[in-house]
C-alpha cells in the first residue's frame, strides 16, 4: 500500500496556513529574525487554531506532518531552526503508521 504524504486528499485550510507560515519564515526576508524573536506575536494574525500554532512553535514535526503541511517545508523549518536530522526523522517515525497501526521505519 502507497501511503501519501498528507493525510487528506485535498489539503485543509488549516494545513494551507501553517505551510503558508513554514513557507514564509523561510523564504521571505526577516520573518525567520521575527519568528524566533516571539513565535506567538508572530502567528497572532495567522488563522490557525491555537494547537496548530503551538506545533509550529514548539516544532511538533509528527504533529505537523499529520495536520498536512508538506515535508519538504517541514525539512526546510528544521534547517532553518538547526534542528537535528535525527530528531526531524525520529518525529516523523513516531507518528507513520502502516495499515497494521505498527510504527513503519521506512
Known sequence: MTQSN???IMPTAEAYWM???LYDIH???????????D??????EVPL?????????????GAMYLAGVNPLLLRA???GLRIS???FLDSLRAVVHDSTGEVSHG
Open 6 to 8: 498528507w493525510r487528506q
Open 19 to 21: 505551510n503558508r507560515v
Open 27 to 37: 523564504h521571505v526576508d526577516s520573518h525567520l529574525q521575527r519568528y524566533k524573536a
Open 39 to 44: 513565535p506567538d506575536a508572530y502567528m497572532a
Open 49 to 61: 487554531a491555537a494547537a496548530m500554532k503551538a506545533a509550529i512553535r514548539d516544532n511538533d514535526i
Open 77 to 79: 523549518h528544521c534547517l
Open 85 to 87: 536530522e535525527a530528531a
